[in-house]
């Protein structure tokens, strides 16, 4: 009366853009930082990686807030700029940290005055988070432009302009918008 049929479940059964599950690697990695002194420290953090190819790496609150707390390129924009902070990852070193120094260092052989600017702003490169494993160039240079979002229980480093910083946008706007609901299921 019925007969079932073998269907063959499809190897990739989504499209590939449309991502439905991360996978994590949990790894340890250097982050310097300066200490109160102003002394350059090198402590061990775990950060959580993606697959070879994605361009994402979950950090610690407290390394996010120390990113932020030392950007040079704090905005004064409305909510962007309580939960985000414009990194730079250099691939060459791959680490994230802030674009000053490499401006500075191509700057320094022009003239005395771009000197001091270096003496100036060559702190601001700090702080560093080290990865592991090299993450895919958005372009033929040697730096690619990334955002730090500062939301949840882990913030989240991504490179700009690729699917991951799209998916990070979204999770970081939903955030938000769910943030005043559940103020309002507290009362309930």
Known sequence: MFRSAFRPLPLFPYPRSARSARLFHEVTTDF???????????????????????TYVLIETEVGSAFRAASPFISASAASAKDRCKLTFFHDSQHFGFGMLSVCE???SYSAKANSLFSL????????????????RQTELDTSPATLFMGGKMHEL??????????????SATGRNLATVLDQLKDM
């Not at 991504?158 to 999770?171: K, Q, R, S, Y």
């Open 32 to 54: 310097i930082a300066h200490d109160a002194r102003g002394n350059l420290i090198t402590r061990k953090v775990p950060v959580i990686i993606g697959e070879p190819g994605e």
């Open 106 to 108: 191509s700057l320094k």
């Open 121 to 136: 702003l060559g702190s601001t490169s700090y702080p560093r988070l080290y990865i592991p494993n090299q993450l895919p």
């Open 158 to 171: 991504v490179l700009d302009g690729t699917p991951d910083a799209i998916f990070a946008e979204h999770a």
